[in-house]
């Protein structure tokens, strides 16, 4: 079964780069590993998706190493709204193709 | 024009009630999945269904029976509740693998 780790929480101030590591292992080889965001009283919401190396979109950069053992979900110069829960998502190794298990989520509180 | 809609938001009952939870799409998806978020916000997937086909079946209890009617609804039906199902349960759907839109929650709660 594929294992997720996510620091708990984390502090940031206004305007910093933030950066946030899942090590996932035995995750499916052929599944996109994903992020999503999780405000209080909401569903969460896709952030970013990526297989290897570095994908970038208008929000956040995501970069996975080779080996897919981990990935790191950056987010450039966060503000007071960027205080959330940020899981990360991937496949199972040993259902592939089926059984998605997300990570235990990081909460993420950015002061002024 | 909301995507993935669930209802009701909450739910409270008495241990031993049967309820239901309903769920609707309209982004045309093929796959939809419950999931269940429990007060560590631990967000754990229960079923997944594709084309009404039931696809993943965690170690849920038979308790809980999910029905998809059809590709656009997945309906999660919960028999004898107990204290241990309260939680927040969220609906979700997806075309593409991974990238799923999921519904504001259902909050219940369990007496």
């Known amino acids: 079964l594929a294992k997720t780790t996510q620091p708990i929480s984390m502090d940031s101030y206004e305007g910093q780069e933030v950066n946030i590591t899942c090590s996932h292992n035995n995750i499916a080889t052929n599944d996109y590993i994903t992020w999503y965001q999780q405000f209080p009283s909401q569903g969460p919401r896709f952030i970013i998706q990526?297989?290897?190396t570095k994908v970038t979109n208008e929000v956040a950069s995501l970069f996975i190493p080779a080996d897919r053992k981990s990935s790191t979900l950056s987010l450039p110069r966060v503000s007071l709204s960027d205080t959330a829960v940020y899981y990360c998502l991937v496949g199972d190794g040993d259902n592939q193709g089926g059984k998605l298990i997300f990570g235990q989520g990081t909460e993420l509180s950015v002061k002024p | 024009d909301t995507a993935v809609s669930q209802t009701p938001k909450y739910l409270v009952t008495q241990m031993g009630n049967d309820k239901s939870i309903k769920c609707e799409q309209n982004l045309g998806h093929d796959t939809m999945y419950w999931y269940k978020q429990d007060s560590k916000k631990f967000l754990k997937i229960m079923f997944s269904y594709n084309n009404k086909e039931l696809i993943i079946n965690e170690t849920v209890p038979n308790r809980f029976s999910p029905k998809s009617p059809d590709k656009a609804h997945l309906n999660l039906h919960i028999n004898s509740l107990e204290l241990g199902d309260s939680a927040v349960y969220f609906c979700a759907s997806s075309q593409v693998a991974d990238t799923q839109y999921f519904g504001p929650g259902t909050r219940l709660t369990v007496l």
């Open positions: 990526g297989y290897k």
